[in-house]
Every structure is written in structure tokens, then in C-alpha cells.
């Protein structure tokens, strides 16, 4: 039996081993009130709603493509809640549910799929660097960025998304490697959702991802991604063990991606039907929600009130996504360098000139 | 350590010292630079360049890296984000390529995907091309391929003065440079005003992207940069003395973005351009450079714009390469061809 951290079981029961893998992070979700536990369930709710939205959009004609979130919602907004502001955050291009952690607009990422800019949001005001479509490159930025925070003296932690596919990628292993040799603040937060594109988890590896952490030095551990509790503790305890000088930790967060890779895939060529349903019933909104029930907490009412929430917002993303302007054409020449160069000034200068002659 | 001010001095160095004493200056100037690199420590880089830095600086801030170019390049990236300003040094040309992604996709586009959120200030120093009789991948000249990427600039020094002032202006820059160094002139020795960078006039301080007319002359114009410029000014001496012709030279310095204003004026005097470098003709500088000058001297030229550069082969073993490298005599038949049309 491979080591699993949870803390809620699909069925909703809270652990309470004090001798299982998850006996070392219970504290670290000790202070957890029942507000706290509505909330968790809020983002999640409001996440897969806004990612639903973005679904429709693109089949609508209105953005070029989406990648869907739906089944890591908990082992995003559990890793995303456990971070402080000062920490940072370098996504792959899936994160939504990260980015509604850290204050992203949702507009911006919606603006990426659409096609209206390359990444709208301040990575500095918000903490999340932008989206990483080259996969596994974010993490040798993130191993950076740590590094840098060693060296001046802050308080933050990073943390580095990243896929199952991903962990095949040279950058990864090379981002593993520096990390532990210059003892960066930094967690690996690997969201194994079993699958890259068309190629399952044993494609990419012979032994769980996790287990690699060790070959470099560093500890790690592999928490049920479909439970934001666990998720939240796991990554918290991570986190402090980044913060206290003693390197970084990798987290396998065992998920599964319910949607296509994105609304381009068809994962009917590949992937066995039987394994969908399977995961289905390890959904982590519904896992929490039993929680909920069944101690009292979630009333049909306040149950009312949080999917009139998500779907308001998502109302209103619709609303603004539709209004997004395109950019003005000579737009597409701003920002290539600090310093505008003579070759793009005279590009744009003559681009400007003949459109102008056109219109 | 606090920066001092150093006396503007003029001293005789090699172009590895030059360039030594212009990164010590850079580090100086601001302590957020950092140096990262295979060897460049304790080392001091196998060609010396980084010598006695980690020693003034520290390991925070001269850097023995594990071995592995895309992480070098991806990492500084990260440190630039955080403030930091990384000089990493590829030890050689061909090692580069592991961190072709790292600097093509996201060290040159960050800037324009984030809106102009993200400054990068990295600077890539690469010892490049041929002529010391080195190993394979030691001797290639790679600059076409981030001159062709948007969001780079890519520069290039000849002469230990340049290597002095031109490090430093890269170091300086808020653009991902990728610094060229013409490891075969390492050695060659030049004046150099070591005045630091912050005391030199605003012309001085920001002409980083500007070429730059070595030799004047009236009858023909080459036009080269790095180790091929040593060259072209041998090239010219020749013709004087042999053939009574009067050879221009321009260093262009600055490979992208291109600063053709200089040799479009030379050409529409001489009627006559060779353009030289080592790496191979095919789609490569000399390709850009016939393309606009063509473009904006044509009616000035009395005969093609001429190329002299390496074969389209791959760099050939250390005892063929003196065939593959463009030299005086290649150089000059260029130039008497000029006068055949």
C-alpha cells in the first residue's frame, strides 16, 4: 500500500488516526473552523462554475480553446488557500483555481483563451507568475525566484505547479536537482491528474512521482488530491518546511482530470470509460459537501446561497469576457523589448502608416 | 563591499582581462548582479574571465551552478523576477543549446507576454566560434538563432576596450542580452579606458546597440563582428599594400537589433560591401545584411552585396578548420570580385 495522505474520505468522514501518514498533519488543519470548511467549499463551488463558463465560452465561439480544471478543484484551491501573501506561485496553464486564490481576476485568464492578451494580471501584485505553456519551464523559474528569496532575506515560499507529464521534462528534473543542492524555499506541488493528453501516468514513469524527491535529496509526500483538507495540510506543512531554511519538498497530489485535456482533446480514443466513473465518485466538491451535510453545517439554504454565488459570478464573467475589446492592431508591437528597437519601431511605424492608407 | 570609484585609467589588457575587469565593475555598480555559471567560482571559469570574483564577491553572488544550461538560463529568469540581475556565463557555444527554450520561449518573451510587467535584465555571455584548434562544439558560431528570435538582443565585442564597456552596458541593460565573446581574440591585447561604466558620458553609457566604422577607406567596405573584424583589418592592410585599394571596416557590435545606418552610408560611398563571419552563409547575418542594404543602397552598388563565411557544414575538425574560416585571401577575393561586375 502506497502512503496517501487524507484526511476526508470520499464518503465524507473525517480521519482521526493518530498513527496513519496523516497523523503528522492533522495540526496543521487543527485551527479549521466550520466557516473555514464553508469557504473551502465556496472556492471550489464558484471554481468549477467559472471553468463550466469557459467550457460554453469556447464552444460558443468565444474563446479559441479552454483547459478545463474540473476534478482538481480541491488540490487547487487547498494548495492556493494554504499559501500567505508574500509567498509566490509559478502555475502551469491549468491553475485557475490557484488564481482564484491569489485575487486573479478571472477575466485575465479568460482573456489568454481568448486571445485578447498573453497573460493580463501583475505576477508581483498577485503572487502567480503567468501561465507556463511549455510545460515544466516554470519550475526552473520558480527554483530561481526561491533562490532569490534565500539570498534577500524574505520571508515568502514559492511554490511550482506542475503535471505528471510535466515530471518527465528535463527542466523539472533539472529545477529538482538545484533546488535541493542550493536548499531553496520551495514546494513542488505536483497535480498528477493521471493523464497527458492521450499518454497515462505509466507512460511517463516506472515509480510514483513522489517517490523521485528522494533520489535528490529532498523529503516528499503524496496526499489525495481530491481532498482539499489534506491538500491544505499537506501543503501548509510543506510550506513551513520551505520557510525554515530546510529546502524544498515535493507534494504528489494523486487527482484526475474529468474534462478533455482541452476542448480541442477527445478523450473517447483513449481513455476507458470505467475509469471516468470510478473517479467521478472520488469527486472532491461532493466529498466535501457530504462533510458538510451530514455534520449540520451546510443547510439547504446556505447551499442555495453559494450556487446562486457562483453562478452571479460567472454571469458576470460572462458579461465582461463578451465585452473584452480586442486590442488595437499596432498593439501587437508593444513591449517586444524595454527599449523599442530600430527594427520594430520601423515595422510599426510602416504598419501604422499603411493600415492607416487602408482604412 | 562598497562601490568604489575607480580612476579613469588607461591601461593595456587582454580582452579576457578587459572583460574581467568590466564584470568587476558591473558587480560594483549593483549588488543585486550575480554571476552563475559552470566554474566561474573557484575556477574562475575555464577561460578565466570570472577570475577573482567569487574571492571579492562571495558565493551568494559568483555562483558554481550543477551542470545544466536550460537551469543556468531558467533560473536566472527567476532571480531576475525577484530582482535580481544574473550574468550567466554557457562555457562554451555549443553547450548553449540545452537552453534554447529557456531563452528563446521564455527569457525573450516574458517582457511582451506580461505587457511590460516583467523586466528581465539577464545577460548570457558566450565564448564563441573558432580557431584554437579546440574539441567539437567548441568552436561554433550560433548568434543567428537569437538574432531571429523577437526580444533579445544579441551583441558582440572585438576588441578588449569594447569587451570592457560593452559588458557592462550589457549587464546594465534592463533586455535579456546574449553577450558573444570571440574566445580566439581572448588573448590579444588592446588600450582600454577602464573608466567604470556610471562615469562615462550618456552617449557612452547607452550605445550598446550601435556599429561602429574601425577603418576608413574608399574603395569597398567589409563589414564584420567579433573575431572576424581582427581579421577584415588584416584583410585591409593587405590591400593597401598589394593591390593600392582602400578598404573600409565596420565592426557592427550589435548583432540584433542591427545598426546598418553606418554601413549603408559606406556602401553608397564605396559602391562596393563583403559582408564576413565565421558561421555558416545559409539564412545568417550576412543573408540580412545583403537583403537591406540592397534595400537602401541599390542604386548605389556596383556589384552584388558579396558574403565570405564559414561552409554550411557542421564545424569541422580542428586540423580542417583553418579551410572552413573565412581568412585574408577568401576576404580579398571577395573584394576583387566586387570590381568584376
Known amino acids: ?359 | 563591499m562598497a562601490p568604489t570609484a575607480s580612476a579613469s585609467v588607461r591601461r593595456t589588457l587582454t580582452l579576457a582581462k578587459a572583460l574581467n575587469t568590466g564584470l568587476l565593475e558591473a558587480m560594483k555598480a549593483d549588488p543585486k548582479t550575480v554571476i552563475m555559471g559552470e566554474d566561474v567560482g573557484k575556477l574562475g571559469g575555464v577561460f578565466r574571465i570570472t577570475d577573482g570574483l567569487q574571492e571579492l564577491f562571495g558565493e551568494e553572488r559568483v555562483i558554481d551552478t550543477p551542470l545544466a544550461e536550460s537551469a543556468i538560463v531558467g533560473t536566472a529568469i527567476g532571480l531576475a523576477m525577484r530582482g535580481f540581475r544574473p550574468v550567466c556565463e554557457i562555457q562554451f557555444d555549443g553547450f548553449v543549446y540545452p537552453a534554447f527554450d529557456q531563452i528563446v520561449s521564455q527569457l525573450a518573451k516574458l517582457h511582451y507576454r506580461s505587457g511590460g510587467r516583467i523586466r528581465l535584465p539577464v545577460t548570457i555571455r558566450i565564448p564563441y566560434g573558432g580557431g584554437i584548434g579546440a574539441v567539437e562544439h567548441h568552436s561554433e558560431s550560433p548568434e543567428a538563432y537569437f538574432c531571429h528570435t523577437a526580444g533579445l538582443r544579441v551583441v558582440t565585442c572585438s576588441s578588449p576596450a569594447d569587451a570592457h564597456l560593452m559588458i557592462q552596458q550589457a549587464v546594465a541593460s534592463d533586455d535579456p542580452v546574449i553577450f558573444l565573446e570571440p574566445k580566439r581574440r581572448y588573448w590579444e591585447k588592446g588600450e582600454v579606458d577602464t573608466t567604470p561604466l556610471a562615469d562615462l558620458p550618456a552617449d557612452l553609457r547607452t550605445d550598446l546597440g550601435t556599429s561602429r566604422v574601425v577603418r576608413s577607406g574608399q574603395d569597398a567596405t567589409l563589414v564584420a563582428y567579433g573575431p572576424m573584424v581582427r581579421t577584415c583589418l588584416d584583410a585591409a592592410d593587405v590591400a593597401t599594400e598589394e593591390d593600392g585599394r582602400s578598404l573600409e571596416v565596420i565592426d557592427l557590435r550589435s548583432l540584433s537589433p542591427l545598426d546598418l545606418d553606418p554601413v549603408v552610408e559606406s556602401t553608397r560611398r564605396t559602391g562596393r560591401l563583403v559582408a564576413v563571419h565565421e558561421a555558416p552563409s545559409n539564412v545568417s547575418l550576412s543573408s540580412e545584411i545583403a537583403a537591406r542594404v540592397t534595400e537602401q543602397a541599390f542604386y548605389h552598388l556596383e556589384s552584388p552585396v558579396l558574403r565570405v563565411t564559414g561552409f554550411d557544414t557542421p564545424y569541422p575538425p580542428a586540423r580542417l578548420e583553418d579551410h572552413y574560416l573565412p581568412d585574408v585571401d577568401r576576404i580579398l577575393d571577395a573584394v576583387d570580385r566586387t570590381f568584376g561586375y
Not at chain 1, 505553456?133 to 532575506?153: E, F, K, N, P, W
Request: glycine letters at 10%; aromatic letters at 8%; a negative charge.
Open chain 1, 1 to 359: 500500500m502506497t502512503e496517501l495522505v487524507q484526511l476526508l474520505t470520499p464518503d465524507g468522514r473525517r480521519t482521526t488516526s493518530g498513527s496513519g501518514p496523516e497523523a503528522e498533519y492533522q495540526a496543521f488543519v487543527a485551527e479549521v473552523t466550520d466557516d473555514d470548511l464553508v469557504g473551502l467549499l465556496r472556492d471550489m463551488t464558484v471554481v468549477r462554475r467559472l471553468d463550466d463558463e469557459g467550457t460554453a465560452l469556447q464552444r460558443q465561439g468565444e474563446l479559441s480553446l479552454w483547459a478545463s480544471l474540473r476534478g482538481q478543484e480541491a488540490a487547487q484551491v487547498g494548495s492556493g488557500r494554504a499559501l500567505e501573501p508574500a509567498d509566490m506561485a509559478f502555475p502551469s496553464y491549468r491553475e485557475h483555481g490557484v488564481a482564484w486564490c491569489r485575487g486573479v481576476d478571472p477575466l485575465k485568464l479568460f482573456g489568454l483563451f481568448r486571445g485578447t492578451s498573453l497573460g493580463a494580471w501583475d505576477p508581483a501584485e498577485h503572487g502567480f507568475a503567468l501561465y507556463a505553456i511549455v510545460v515544466g519551464s516554470q519550475t526552473l523559474h520558480a527554483t530561481g525566484y526561491a533562490m532569490g528569496v534565500a539570498r534577500d532575506g524574505g520571508e515568502g515560499a514559492v511554490i511550482s505547479y506542475f503535471g505528471d507529464g510535466a515530471s518527465s521534462e528535463g527542466d523539472v528534473n533539472e529545477a529538482f536537482g538545484w533546488a535541493s543542492v542550493f536548499g531553496a524555499p520551495l514546494v513542488f506541488f505536483c497535480q498528477n491528474n493521471q493523464w497527458a493528453i492521450s499518454e497515462p501516468y505509466r507512460r511517463q514513469s516506472r515509480v510514483p512521482i513522489y517517490q523521485r524527491a528522494r533520489g535528490f535529496g529532498f523529503p516528499s509526500v503524496r496526499v489525495d488530491g481530491n481532498d482539499v483538507l489534506a491538500t491544505l495540510a499537506v501543503t501548509r506543512w510543506a510550506l513551513r518546511q520551505a520557510r525554515s531554511g530546510a529546502g524544498p519538498v515535493l507534494v504528489e497530489a494523486l487527482t484526475y482530470r474529468i474534462n478533455p485535456h482541452t476542448t480541442a482533446d477527445d478523450p473517447s480514443r483513449y481513455r476507458p470509460a470505467d475509469e471516468l466513473s470510478t473517479w467521478r465518485r472520488r469527486d472532491p466538491i461532493d466529498r466535501l459537501r457530504t462533510h458538510l451535510r451530514a455534520r449540520g453545517v451546510l443547510t439547504d439554504e446556505l447551499e442555495a446561497s453559494i450556487a446562486a454565488e457562483a453562478d452571479s459570478t460567472a454571469a458576470d464573467l460572462r458579461a465582461r469576457c463578451l465585452a473584452l475589446p480586442d486590442p488595437p492592431g499596432d498593439a501587437l508591437f508593444d513591449h517586444v523589448q524595454v527599449e523599442e528597437n530600430n527594427l520594430v519601431a520601423a515595422e510599426r511605424a510602416a504598419f501604422v502608416s499603411l493600415r492607416g492608407a487602408l482604412l
